[in-house]
């Protein structure tokens, strides 16, 4: 067996064939029992024989037999070859090493050779054998169940992962010895390379790869590879491999590239990364778009190989930027991140070459270009990575400014993912800025504007907006060849219209000297090239060859001048004389400029070193204050565009998308940070989200707040609580109320989470009391509108407080300051129960009448009506009156008390001037300031409602309570009784236990009658003892009415609004004084000219609404009205008012809910927005939005609604798109379609047509379509219509399934044939309408001759007739019948062709004739036109209708 050679098989079965008579056969496959009883030998051969085993032929050849029959041979067969392979592979690596550095013979070198190729042949087919076995159980193993033992197969796994490690250790040992000292040329075959690179990829295929656990091995396997590739030339067939890998099985992506990134890193390969590009590109584009797995694992291992080796990416960018234009996205995004990767992480810095540069900017450029990219994912990702640049301040200063603005055109991308990942990195601008920790915008243009002065003293002659741009570095050899270069192309124009042209010029001018020498004429040309007069320089030199023909300066050789530089400049061939006189001017153009350096050296050597230095420092300084001009150039430009995306961001913080607003949040917090000047804004506009539905938006809100105005460096307890509070301090200054109340809630989170200590609350109540130095009355106010904040969470904080709280907001300060006052009553206000407890054993405890801090409020509230300086006064008492009675235990009293000396104020002052108190007339009540009349009229409207609010909660609470104690008192005594007289049979325990129950739902019933008796006792106090001519409130009730009555008397629009706003709550007690007033108030509302008063009035209907729904119903419509009010204030009020009501059910959505729709297109934005919420909100209340959109598409398309037509189309494109059902698509479908007969006019025809171009259509909304042609088809004429149809029948197409799409076309072509008929219709019928007017024309004409004629033969007779005529058409019965006769001209219903005919030649139609022109043309006018369908309407008429129609008839 010596003298065979083995031959590497492509396949196992070309082992048992011969091509030669040296070459190894496989002479016996075994069977599978026969390879039980051989594998024993083969092992007892190894342990003899050693390594030369494999050379037996039996050895072999069972070995082999494995092979073939490896899925039939025993399980346990195979781990013995397995072992055995992994044996002979430990002695051969172990042997061969000595083997193959001694002296070989040749024979010895053929044996070892044949013994290296057999083991690892076998050893590497088992191990493909092996792994196709396990590999075939994956699915067991990687696909966990739940309760699943663990498998016997799990076990084999782990230990033939174990044993693989094994073989792969001995492999690639075998292949780091000099294997090609065994071959003859010392050349390894590549045979046996491919055979042991196979088996690597072959274990690559195993999905297990992927796995953490399998990192080893993985790392084994591209050693062997990357062995192979540098030792043995496996580089092409190693990318080969790879790429069909990737393209083959998805796992591979990650263990590819980290194969791919150890060969780089590890073995130093340069060629297999471009080899695996080459063949990407080479791909076929159809390829890449059906197969998308592979096309996803490409781009995944391009990224990650990118992202760690941009090295070795840059020579193949050329290739990969092509990919840039392809449709896949994919590709542009694989593209798109190498280009980061490699900015990133080799192109970033000041310190790169130019080519470096170079690439650096195209690489930047591409990015630029694919953030306006048409596909959303790229847009984004190329945002993401424009954010990791910047963060890595890779970017260059000069581009920064161009991306910044293209990043604030994407906050209003379409695509919320490239919205949030815009906003992500306009934050990364922020917080990356190069420029300052601190961005105000006007402290930076100040600054600016201060440090250019200061440059432009130092340098008068400097050029401002030149400073920042990027200057060409001046080099001393260059710069005059520069300078030639720079006019060339104009010299070359010159120089041939001087010489060809025949033109004259001044002698004088453009000429030598007859006695200037040669030096003198050349200077002269030199001077004129300096100074750009190039005419003249040629003109000169042209003289100066005519005279000085010889001079050396003048000389000119063809062979040593070359005329390439002046012919590549040129754009018309050169003539040699055009090239002799070029070369001499560049001759003299250079050599002057030599000659002034050498002067200003001369001289600057001649200057003293003092002047010397003190030009160096000079420009030394100018060159800083550039430097810090520059600076602050870029600073306020960064700092403006930061500026001009605070308004979209405050938009954003609105957004439904939820992404949207934590980035805007982030953001606002970031530039609030940075002192970027209206950030204020936004994150003022923050506090109202601490309401939003989403509770990662609302924590988000509460961090904010938290990091800006809780957080801080300061260890110093009291300094921190020191900082908190004037931070909140100044977040409250300038707030509005809805600001102030979402703070609140925020405060009370601080407080409940402990951020707001007690060091803090100690603080305030310093602030507040003034104990704390130097602090103001404003400090004051603050620190006490926090604790009433931080009260929200702990009443604690103020009940522990209260006399300091009386004594200080309520004593002497309080008296002069109403704002005091009233945040002192607010804080008050935080202890007060709201709703008593009705099963509470005691009632809430109140203060008494005479406590001290009702006794002082009664003073403030008195004595501070006629202190008109202090403005505060109405909404202090406001807060006053709510005080007294949420604390007081006998309210009304006390009210009662201060209206009566508040009355006795006003008496007094009618006395003052004159007039009598006895009674209420208006005289009296004009001669009071209005201020007065103001306050106390606010004063007595609060009442009312207090009082009303009292005995509806408090009082009917405290009843309930009452009767439930007295009733848990009876239901005792009566268990207790029944007790006592228990019997002891089982009989009288079960009458026992009914009895019992009966006696609770007897109480219960009871219980829920006295609760109905009480209601109705508080009503009736309501209705008939608050407000009547006995009552206080009563009898000062005909002032307001007369306040009311009288607005051209009462003039102070502060007085309108009080004395309405009055008479509205006191209509809120009594639904009796409601419906007496309801006349007046709305009259107010129609007709008042102050907006305040409206818009108060709207607010305060919104209230009787809810209190008196059924006496407000039949004012709904005057209500709606208010939509088209002038003041914007009032449509605003009068939507929001009507929103709550119409989602609350107060008021249903009928037609006039068109109203509402209308509002959409309002100028004012903040109105349309809150039209589009209501639409929103009403679309999620089951059907209701469905129900009214006929009528309200009915109500719009109305002409004499007079709602545009472009208005019309935004408000239904809006509306219909809320609609989602499928089923109210198809019921919509129809009933437009209906809508179709019952219009007359072609605005309407379009109206309707739009709207149903607007809606999606399915299946069955085709065939509605097609089942109602004959509802629209005499419309289609009209162009507008046709157009939208046939946008209908496009857009179907597009997404119509193949079985409708014959139906679609049916329709189609019936809507054209309609289409091209009725336009052909209309045509004639316009012929026959202009012929007819011809005629009519003509006969009136005639007639007006005769009637001429006859007046001209008599006139008395004539004028008698006509004074007959007259009377006839001024008596009643004359004018009946002219009417009869109009009314039946216009009653189009009798349209049948007879009827029409018959009337044509009418008796009517003679006297219609006889009318004058003017009666004759608006009854031609009233006629139908020619193209209405002449059918009756299949509608029924409205019951409405019909009552109408009788009432008229009786």
Not at 125 to 138: H, V
Not at 285 to 306: H, Y
Request: proline share 3%; with cysteine.
């Amino acid at each position: 067996m010596a003298d065979f050679k083995f031959v590497i098989p492509l396949s196992l079965q070309m082992l048992e064939e011969s091509n030669s008579s040296r070459q190894y056969v496989v002479t016996s496959v075994f069977t599978a029992w026969e390879i039980n009883n051989n594998i024993k030998d083969v092992q007892a051969s190894l342990r003899q024989d050693g390594n030369e085993f494999i050379l037996k032929q039996k050895c072999f050849d069972t070995l082999y037999s494995i092979l073939v029959n490896f899925s039939s041979v025993d399980r346990e067969v195979q781990q013995q070859s397995w072992n055995l392979m992994v044996k002979a592979m430990g002695k051969l690596v172990s042997e061969v090493g000595c083997i193959i550095d001694g002296d070989l013979t040749a024979s010895s070198k053929a044996k070892w050779l044949n013994i290296v190729k057999m083991t690892t042949f076998i050893a590497c087919k088992l191990s493909d054998a092996m792994e196709n076995k396990y590999n075939n159980a994956t699915t067991d193993i990687l696909v966990p169940c739940r309760g699943r033992k663990k498998h016997a197969k799990d076990t084999d796994q782990g230990h033939w992962e174990e044993d693989r490690n094994n073989m792969l250790v001995h492999l690639y040992t075998l292949i780091q010895y000099p294997l090609q000292r065994l071959w003859e040329p010392p050349v390894v075959e590549d045979d046996f390379v491919i055979l042991i690179g196979d088996s690597c990829y072959k274990m690559l295929e195993s999905p297990n790869m992927a796995l953490v656990r399998t990192k080893d091995t993985r790392t084994s396997l591209f050693q062997i590879i990357g062995t192979l590739v540098k030792k043995f030339n496996h580089g092409m067939a190693c990318s080969l491999k790879i790429l069909q890998l990737l393209r083959t099985y998805e796992h591979m992506v990650s263990p590819a590239a980290q194969g791919v990134i150890l060969l780089i890193q590890t073995f130093g390969d340069k060629y297999v990364l471009p080899e695996i590009i080459k063949e990407i590109s080479r791909v076929s584009r159809d390829d890449m778009v059906k197969d998308t797995s592979g096309l996803r694992s490409f781009t995944q291992f391009l990224i990650e190989v990118s992202s760690n080796c941009p090295q070795m990416i840059v020579p193949s960018l050329s290739l990969l930027i092509s990919f840039l234009d392809e449709e896949v996205y994919s590709l542009r995004n694989c593209v798109l991140s190498i280009l980061g990767s490699v900015v990133l992480n080799l192109l970033k810095g000041d310190n790169l070459d130019t080519k470096s540069k170079d690439l650096r900017d195209q690489c930047l450029e591409h990015l630029e270009d694919h953030i306006h990219d048409i596909h959303a994912f790229i847009r984004s990702k190329v945002l993401q990575i424009w954010n990791d640049l910047i963060r890595e301040k890779a970017v260059p200063l000069s581009r920064q400014h161009d991306v910044l603005k293209m990043v604030l055109g994407r906050l209003w991308d379409k695509s919320s993912v490239v919205r949030k990942n815009a906003i992500q990195l306009l934050t990364a601008f922020v917080n990356s800025n190069p420029f300052a920790a601190k961005l105000p915008l006007e402290e930076l243009e100040s600054q600016c504007a201060l440090e250019l002065k200061k440059l432009q003293e130092l340098s008068p002659d400097i050029d401002v907006d030149s400073l920042g741009k990027e200057e060409p570095i001046a080099d001393e050899n260059t710069s005059s060849r520069a300078a030639w270069v720079a006019i060339l192309p104009n010299v070359i124009k010159t120089v041939q219209e001087v010489l060809e042209d025949s033109m004259e010029c001044n002698e004088e001018e453009d000429s030598i000297d007859e006695e200037s020498d040669l030096s003198n004429a050349v200077k002269e040309v030199a001077e004129a090239l300096s100074s750009n007069k190039l005419y003249r320089a040629v003109k000169l030199l042209q003289d100066v060859f005519e005279k000085f023909s010889g001079a050396e300066v003048l000389s000119y050789n063809q062979e040593e001048h070359s005329s390439k530089i002046f012919e590549a400049v040129s754009e018309e061939d050169l003539t040699e004389k055009d090239i002799k006189f070029l070369v001499v001017l560049e001759r003299i153009f250079l050599s002057a400029k030599e000659m002034e350096k050498a002067v200003s050296e001369e001289a600057k050597d001649e200057m003293t070193d003092e002047t010397t230095k003190k030009n160096e420092e000079l420009k030394l300084e100018i060159n800083k204050q550039k430097m810090l001009v520059v600076y602050f150039k870029d600073s306020v430009k960064f700092a403006r565009l930061i500026q001009q995306g605070l308004p979209i961001m405050c938009q954003l913080l609105g957004s439904k998308h939820v992404s949207d607003v934590m980035e805007a949040i982030s953001f606002f917090v970031t530039a609030f940070e940075f002192g970027v000047l209206d950030a204020m804004t936004g994150v003022r506009k923050m506090l109202m989200l601490v309401w939003s539905k989403e509770q990662e938006v609302k924590a988000a809100v509460v961090e904010a707040y938290r990091r800006l105005y809780i957080n801080n460096d300061n260890h110093n307890e009291r300094t921190q609580a020191l900082q908190i509070v004037e931070n909140l301090s100044s977040l409250i200054i300038g707030a509005t109320m809805g600001e102030r109340t979402s703070l609140e809630e925020i405060v009370s989170q601080f407080v409940s989470s402990g951020d707001i200590t007690k060091q803090c609350i100690t603080l305030l109540w310093e602030r507040f009391t003034k104990t704390l130095p130097d602090t103001t009355d404003e400090e004051a106010h603050m620190a006490l509108i926090i604790l009433a904040m931080c009260a929200n969470a702990e009443q604690s904080i103020i009940l522990s407080n209260f006399d300091v709280l009386t004594a200080s907001g309520l004593g002497e300060q309080g008296e002069q300051d109403f704002a005091l006052v009233k945040e002192t009553c607010h804080a008050l206000l935080r202890v007060a129960v709201v709703k008593p407890k009705t099963d509470a054993p005691t009632a809430p405890n109140r203060l008494d009448r005479d406590h001290e801090i009702f006794v002082r409020l009664s003073n403030i509230l008195v004595q501070g009506l006629t202190n008109l300086k202090d403005c505060q006064y109405s909404p202090m008492a406001l807060k006053a009156v709510s005080v007294i009675y949420a604390l007081a235990e006998h309210p009304d009293l006390i009210c009662e008390e201060v209206i009566q000396n508040m009355y006795q104020i006003l008496e007094n002052s009618c006395q003052d001037k004159g007039s009598s108190p006895d009674n209420a007339s208006e005289d009296n009540i004009f001669s009071i300031p209005a201020g007065v009349l103001t306050r106390f009229c606010v004063v007595l409207g609060h009442v009312a409602v207090c009082q009303l609010v009292h005995l509806d909660i408090y009082i009917f609470s405290e009843l309930k309570r009452r009767n439930n104690l007295k009733e848990e008192m009876e239901v005792e005594k009566k268990r207790k009784k029944s007790r006592k007289n228990k019997k002891s049979s089982h009989a009288s325990d079960v009458s026992k236990g009914s009895q019992e129950t009966d006696l609770d739902e007897e109480m219960g019933l009871v219980g829920a009658v006295a609760d109905d008796t009480e209601a109705e006792y508080i009503r009736y106090v309501c209705e008939t003892e608050i407000i009547n001519s006995d009552n206080l409130l009563g009898t000062i009730k005909p002032m307001i009415w007369t306040l009311c009555t009288n607005p051209d008397k009462y003039k102070s629009t502060e007085l309108q609004a009080a004395s309405s706003l009055t008479l509205a709550k006191y209509m809120m007690v009594s639904s009796k004084v409601c419906e007496e007033n309801l006349q007046l108030l709305f009259t107010i509302l129609e007709r008042s000219n102050e907006d305040v008063v409206r818009a108060n009035l709207v607010i305060a209907l919104g209230d009787l609404y809810f209190r008196f729904p059924n006496e407000l119903e039949p004012w709904t419509p005057r209500f709606y009205a208010r939509l088209r009010d002038a003041s914007s204030k009032v449509r605003q009020n009068t939507l929001t008012i009507l929103t709550h009501l119409v989602l609350n059910d107060m008021v249903k959505a009928k037609r006039h809910i068109s109203d509402i729709a209308y509002c959409i297109c309002d100028e004012d934005p903040h109105i349309s927005g809150l039209a589009g919420l209501f639409f929103h909100e009403l679309a999620r209340k089951g059907n209701t939005l469905y129900n009214v959109l006929p009528d309200m598409i009915s109500r719009l398309s109305d002409p004499d609604v007079g709602v545009k037509e472009e208005s019309f189309r935004r408000i239904i494109g809006e509306v219909l798109g809320l609609i989602q059902k499928d089923k109210h698509w198809e019921n919509l479908v129809e009933k437009l379609c209906h809508r179709f007969q019952a219009t007359i006019n072609v605005r309407q025809w379009r109206d309707i047509a739009y709207c149903l171009a607007q809606l999606e259509f399915n299946e069955k909304c085709i065939k509605k379509l097609s089942e109602n042609f004959a509802c629209y088809a005499d419309k289609l004429h009209e162009p507008d219509v046709y157009d939208f149809f046939m946008e209908i029948i496009s857009n179907v197409q597009k997404t119509v399934k193949p079985e409708v799409k014959s139906m679609v076309e049916e329709l189609e072509k019936r809507i054209v044939d309609s289409h091209e008929k009725g336009v052909e219709d209309e045509n004639i019928a316009r012929k026959a309408g202009n012929a007819k007017l011809k005629t009519t024309n003509s006969k009136t004409a005639k007639k007006s001759a005769t009637s001429r004629r006859r007046k001209n033969k008599s006139s008395s007779s004539e004028s008698e007739s006509e004074n007959e005529d007259i009377r006839q058409q001024l008596h009643p019965v004359h004018r009946s019948k002219k009417e009869n006769l109009r009314r039946s001209s216009r009653v189009p219903h009798r349209n049948t062709k007879n009827v029409q005919q018959c009337s044509d030649d009418s008796e009517e139609n003679e006297e219609e004739n006889e009318l004058p022109s003017d009666a004759s043309e608006e009854m031609e006018d009233s006629k139908p036109a020619p193209r209405q369908p002449l059918t009756v309407s299949n509608s029924q008429p409205s019951r409405r209708s019909r009552r109408n129609h009788n009432q008229k008839k009786n």
